[in-house]
């Protein structure tokens, strides 16, 4: 149920954040292309959340993002992901700090290359565009952005996902 989820938006470290971090959620709009499958359940698994109240930007750590200009081929740029993703050897606990992790888009061509190495990650660009990034988002990251600024503008170019 949408009202039993709760936000916590802003926060850096997922153990210290205040009650003006949290944000109760009253609605979800589902992907309408997400059927579940067993064999491919994580495909189209996204959804649009709506808060009880207007989520307070401020600036710094909750602002606003950009999407890109339909038809953006972005291959070349440098971007970034962000996520909570696993980070300890044993691959249990989640990172405590929200993490980050620099990257450059690749062609298809070095997409198939280097998936043989398992170190590139396919991001689903506005459009159903899908491109490679060289560096994957961790477990957990799933749902983080993909991101670039352009001429100081913070924009976000895809989701994590398996």
Known sequence: MPSDIKLIIGAVYYDNYTDENVYKTD????????KFDKMDFMADDIALIHTETAIKI??????????????VQPIGSDVWIAGWGVWDPDWEEPSRKLQKVYTKIVNEEMCHVYE?????GLW???GGIRFCVMNEDSTGDSGGPLMQIMNGTVYQLGIASF
């Open 27 to 34: 609605k979800w709009v589902i992907n309408g292309c997400y």
């Open 58 to 71: 401020n600036g710094q750590n909750i602002a606003a993002i950009c999407l890109p200009a339909p038809g």
């Open 116 to 120: 043989w190495f398992r170190n590139v």
């Open 124 to 126: 689903r660009f506005p």
